[in-house]
């Protein structure tokens, strides 16, 4: 960092780049992705914000969530509706609406809704990568809340052994469960 006698410039304005107003509940054109049985909504991708992160809405139905994971960017968690078990290093713990919770990066975590209700939260990703990884696992669903299709068990193998795949090239590992 530089001190604060030695100003850096800040760079002209990229006029190639432009503002994007993303909203979930009416806009057709954003993405809902279907993913482990939760519906993951791309509110900008890298693409929006020249890769420095992505934000998605994340719809989590009770009993949902991620499988243990890790990945080498930093991610960062608004729970907007619920409550979560977040599970970081090991510990678990219970989140609920209005809290904000921080991944830094190769953290293993994971999180799961333990509640009879749905969960609302934003996920802003650093850099971003990681909504070109869930649109290549996940399916196209209808809406922010639409859920994915039930997969059997044949359908599951399918889809761990493509995320698993996957996961090195959008720099994330999965764990074993704990």
């Known amino acids: 960092m530089p001190s604060e006698s030695t100003p850096i410039p800040i760079p002209a304005d990229d006029l190639n780049r432009t503002s994007v107003i993303a909203q979930p509940e009416i806009d057709g054109k954003l993405p809902h992705i279907g993913i482990v049985g939760d519906t993951y909504t791309i509110l900008l ?11 998605i809405d994340m719809h989590i139905p009770p009993g949902g969530g991620p499988p243990p994971h890790r990945h080498d960017f930093e991610e960062t968690f608004t729970l907007l509706e619920g409550e979560l078990e977040f599970t970081f290093r090991g510990v ?18 994971q999180f799961r809704n333990a509640s009879a209700e749905a969960v ?14 869930f649109m290549k696992v996940g399916v196209p669903v209808a809406t922010r809340t639409t859920p994915p299709p039930k997969l059997d068990e044949a359908a599951q193998a399918e889809f761990r052994t493509k995320a698993e795949e996957l996961a090195p090239i959008y720099r994330t590992e999965l764990l074993p469960p704990a």
């Open 92 to 109: 678990k713990e219970t989140v609920r609406s209005d809290a904000t919770i921080h991944i830094p990066a190769n953290a293993p975590h």
């Open 45 to 55: 991708s890298g693409k929006d914000t020249a890769g420095r992160f992505c934000l």
């Open 120 to 133: 609302r939260l934003l996920c802003i990703c650093s850099p971003a990568g990681q909504e070109e990884f």
